[in-house]
């Protein structure tokens, strides 16, 4: 190897304008899985955040411990926007086998660095390279080879962040908070640091075009992913029993719980709140969890597309036996095995309608880390208060990505138990009541929990046909009417979900659907097409299934609607189009289902182009053009 | 062929109430719908009159089924218990979560051979190896009732359907397997022989942690006749007792006075006491090497058999394993589940 690819950089034009762009960029950093780049990568991340620059942080990941190819992307927005964006400003190339392909996505202009082996240099000529001898900075720091691959990702963030100009102190906040104080892997890693600042000060240009320079947006915010937002939600919703089977993008949240509930749930008498237990399929899981949510307990599961395959038995006998219990899906890619390591939008069809029969369960849909926490709590007292399985729909982006946010607030409200008649009131009752009597008028009957000391107290629980005194039966009549009662439930329970988020604006003409993590790419378009285009767009963010008025009343009020979501048939824009009936021809879709999050620009061009050609249908694709098809809807 | 069950000295008369002030009539459920005959029934009754003799009030227990015609029965006995007929060979999850969410109850499960050694043999295994408290019995009669007697897989290697077809697979053996995934409480019984099974269901009901009772429980319309290995007749002539059961109730005054080295005592969970005599040999129920050996034999002689097959009851139960608050976790208040607005506050300092 020439000593001038091992030594020194390589610069071999200078950067192109003068002007520096400050708190606004993309870095990319491309690397083989299993090297324990996520720590570094969650250092330079959280460096940014402590500078006051809004930031956030995608772990695009292969579905294997160690060899295949995995990127992380950082962006920092001073105006808050932290989608994904598909345009890249800095690549730190480490990885040999997707180097080339790294490279020749970049946008003209991007900055490279890229490990001096592999020669990335001379790819193309509108991008500026740096080439860094990673392995002689890193062999310089220690003799151990496997620590000197770990400290080789902590050196790319100390170059990364000497081009920024992020305060070294701040990356050393940053690198104590990673390592929870651990001196022993402080220090190494601090050394790592200055390796990389002292090899970018002496030999990369004095120029710097990207800057991050200290603001004032992140100030008594947090950074947290979703799935630790639900579990710290779930504990203080009053959660007692937690089954659960591993499968990514889901394991964290019930892991994060673990850690949670011993740390805060263990009463005075040094005896657990809570019982945990890892099941050993995610049928069992959810069986535990009904049975759980029968004898009173606040439950809950956690899981991904597949687990919801196979709880899809229960589930109906959770709807028609009406037993409570909360189910956490983590989407990812399907169908069957899918991108098990990317993010998706796709089970709503799955989940709204599981199992066989009439069925129509209850979902709850969070789009940020707050409202994972806010929903949590909130699934749990649903459950009770509707005596069925609860769903919340997350997805692996929101999950397992590091999200800012402003801290949760205190549950201050009082748990919901539901309708649960003890001993006492069925002696007032005279021991008169039936398990399935809607005495109330809402579908939702009362119930007793096994164990309560009366003699009226029991009823018998089956997945078969039964009357309103929990009887067997299979007369029509009696069938009939558990079901249309049933359905009754759901139509209660509109009153009860979170309600959408609706921006509505006066003066425009169309307006959009989205729900989940497309949230923030769909805010970032609505600016784009204010500021860039001066189009104007109404806003509705679904929060919940059962759909609400809410959503016709959207679609009347405007010429055309875009349901934006991250699957390819649109799924949620089907179930829009079966609730809003004659009006229908109002809506168009706008799908992005590449295993990636969802970016703003897309929907942008996307939108134009539609209003402009009149396509219904566009499916988003990879490449900065985005690719449409029309399919055959009215 | 001997007794199977042991006679004690100064035993009392069956008493018109139980020491709670129920009578038996208490412990009946709803009237059963299985053909008449039907071993399930005959099962149901021994429960019936175990659960009074063991003074359990009904309202404290939760029964559990999966699907099948031994499945139906939780209708028929315990009228006061909840009950939860649930999905095919999936009753120990629910049975857990119940556990989990009140461990103060008393559960009892009946499931079949299709439920538990077909469809449900995964669930059945896990709940083994947790050692839920639970009393888990298997209805086994060795075809599929419901669906018009298909071969189960506890069907005998041979054993012919009514129709003629062989079985020429080797049948599961859920005692064995219990055993071997290292149950606390393993036994065998007829529906055939009520004083054995009651004497059986009052052990169980003593005993902390699962008791697997596997209990041949002929199907009257569908495996009864020539050819059958389940059927009453076949049943009465191949049961080889392992000993004579012997029950003692925790309170009662009963000197026992028997030939040294003849009578094996254990001490159960609540205090009550199993007395097992000596038949032809010396077998010791803490013993899982003769416990397989001897089931393993019995499959070979085409034996059916019965008696306490594997004990341990000083074996951990899952729920004491969990470290939980002793009041039942469905039971907690707010106050002593939702955690202080401080514990909030430092986890999101820890998160800035």
């Given at each position: ?634 | ?288 090497v003769q416990a397989l050996q001897r089931s393993h034999k019995a499959i070979e002689d085409g034996a059916m058999l019965t008696g306490l097959i594997y004990l341990r009851p000083e074996k951990k139960s899952f729920i004491s394993l969990l470290n939980m608050s002793d009041k039942p976790l469905w039971s907690l208040t707010e106050a002593e589940t939702r955690p202080p607005k401080e514990a909030l506050d430092q986890i999101m300092r820890e998160l800035m």
């Open positions: 190897m020439p000593d001038s690819m091992t030594a020194t950089a390589v610069l071999d034009e200078p950067l192109t304008g003068a002007a520096s762009i400050v708190n606004d960029c993309t870095i990319h950093v491309a690397t083989v899985n299993g090297s324990g780049s996520m720590s570094s990568n969650s250092v330079l991340m959280r460096s940014i955040f402590q500078m006051g620059v809004p930031v956030s942080g995608k772990n695009m990941f292969p579905s294997n411990i160690a060899g295949l190819p995995t990127w992380f992307t950082i962006r920092a927005n001073k105006d808050g926007w932290i989608a994904r964006k598909k345009e890249v400003d800095i690549m730190v190339c480490m990885n040999a086998s997707t180097a080339r392909e790294d490279v020749e996505a970049l946008q003209p202009g991007a900055v490279c660095i890229y490990d001096a082996p592999l020669a990335c240099k001379g790819i193309r000529e509108d991008v500026t390279f740096f080439a860094v001898p990673f392995a002689k900075l890193a062999g310089e720091l220690s003799q151990d080879s496997r620590l000197r691959k770990l400290l080789t990702n902590m050196i790319y963030v100390g170059i990364v962040a000497e081009r920024l100009g992020i305060d070294r102190d701040e990356i050393i906040n940053a690198i104590g908070k990673q390592f929870k104080g651990k001196k022993k892997a402080i220090d190494p890693n601090v050394a790592a640091i200055d390796k990389g600042i002292e090899y970018a000060r002496e030999n990369l240009p004095k120029q710097h075009h990207w800057r991050i320079e200290r603001m004032n947006a992140t100030a008594g915010k947090i950074i947290i992913d979703g799935n630790a937002a639900a579990a710290i939600g779930a504990m203080f919703g009053g959660c007692t029993v937690v089954t659960w089977y591993p499968i990514t993008p889901s394991s964290s949240l019930c892991e994060s719980l673990i850690d949670y509930m011993k740390e805060y749930r263990i009463g005075p008498d040094g005896k657990a709140t809570f019982a945990i237990v890892q099941a050993e399929d995610e049928l069992a899981a959810m069986g535990m969890v009904l049975g759980a949510g029968w004898a009173g307990a606040r439950s809950l599961t956690s899981t991904s597309g597949p687990g919801i395959s196979l709880m899809a038995e229960f589930a109906g006998l959770g709807y028609f036996a009406e037993l409570p219990g909360v189910i956490w899906d983590i989407q990812r890619v399907g169908p069957s095995t899918g991108l098990p390591t990317r993010t998706a939008q796709g089970d709503i069809f799955e989940v709204y309608y599981l199992s066989h029969g009439d069925t129509q369960h209850i979902a709850l849909i969070p789009a940020s880390v707050a409202e994972c926490f806010e929903f949590a709590g909130e699934a749990l007292d649903l459950a009770e208060m509707f005596q069925t399985p609860i769903f919340v729909l997350s997805d692996l982006d929101l999950g397992m990505n590091n999200w800012m946010s402003d801290p949760f607030v205190y549950p201050t409200k009082p748990y919901r138990r539901g309708k649960v008649l003890d001993a006492k009131q069925l002696e007032e009752l005279g021991g008169k009541w039936g398990r399935y009597l809607d005495v109330d008028g809402d579908g939702i009957p009362f119930r007793t929990l096994p164990g309560t000391d009366h003699p009226m107290a029991s009823y018998f629980t089956r997945g078969s046909g039964h009357d309103a005194h929990a009887r067997y039966s299979e007369k029509p009549s009696d069938y009939k009417a558990t079901v249309d009662r049933l359905a009754k439930k759901h139509e209660t329970a509109k009153q009860f979900v979170p309600p959408p988020v609706i921006d509505r604006r006066a003066d425009a003409k169309v307006g959009f659907i989205a729900y989940g993590t497309t949230d923030v790419a769909l805010e970032e378009a609505r600016h784009q097409l204010r500021s860039e285009h001066g189009v104007e767009t109404s806003y509705l963010r679904l929060r919940a299934l059962p759909l609400t008025a809410d959503v016709k009343a959207f679609v009347e009020a405007h010429e055309r609607v875009y349901v934006v979501e991250q699957n390819r048939d649109g799924q949620m824009g089907d179930l829009i189009r079966l609730d809003v009936g004659d009006i229908q021809h109002k809506l168009r879709k706008i799908l992005h289902y590449t295993g990636l999050p969802c970016d703003a620009r897309s929907i942008t061009d996307s939108l134009l182009q539609m209003e402009n050609d009149g396509t219904r249908v566009v499916r988003i694709g990879l490449g900065a053009e985005a690719t449409t098809q029309t399919i055959g809807e009215d | 062929m001997a007794e199977s069950t042991l006679k004690l000295p100064n035993e009392a008369a069956v008493p018109k109430e139980n020491r709670i002030g129920l009578k038996a009539l208490d412990y009946q459920g709803g009237k059963s719908t299985l053909c008449a005959g039907c071993g399930h029934d005959a099962v149901s009754n021994q429960i019936v009159r175990a659960f009074y003799e063991m003074n359990v009030k009904p309202e404290k227990v939760a029964k559990f089924s999966g699907i099948g015609c031994s499945s139906k029965t939780p209708a028929y006995f315990l009228g006061r218990a909840h009950g939860f007929n649930s999905v095919h060979g999936r009753m120990p999850a629910v049975a857990t979560g119940a556990m989990l969410a009140n461990h103060h109850l008393i559960s009892i499960g009946v499931s079949g051979d299709g439920d538990t050694a077909s469809i449900g043999l995964g669930q059945f295994m896990h709940l083994v190896r947790r050692n839920i408290p639970l009393i888990y019995i298997i209805e086994n009669n060795g075809v599929y009732g419901l669906t018009k007697g298909q071969f189960s897989a506890t069907a005998d290697e041979g054993s012919k359907l009514k129709t003629g077809v062989v079985n020429d697979l080797p049948p599961m053996d859920l005692c064995a397997l219990a055993v071997e995934l290292g149950c606390g409480f393993v036994a065998r019984g007829y529906a055939g022989d009520p004083k054995q099974m009651v004497n059986i269901l009052k052990a169980a009901v003593a005993h902390d942690g699962l008791a697997v009772i596997d209990v041949i429980s002929p199907c009257v319309t569908f495996n009864n006749h020539d050819g059958s290995t389940k059927g009453y007749a076949y049943s009465k002539e191949h049961d080889e007792l392992l000993h004579q059961i012997g029950f003692v109730q925790s309170y009662e005054q009963i000197e026992i006075d028997y030939e040294p080295g003849t009578v094996r005592e254990v001490t159960l969970h609540d205090g009550s006491r199993l007395l097992l005599k000596k038949l032809e040999e010396d077998y010791d129920p803490s013993n899982a």
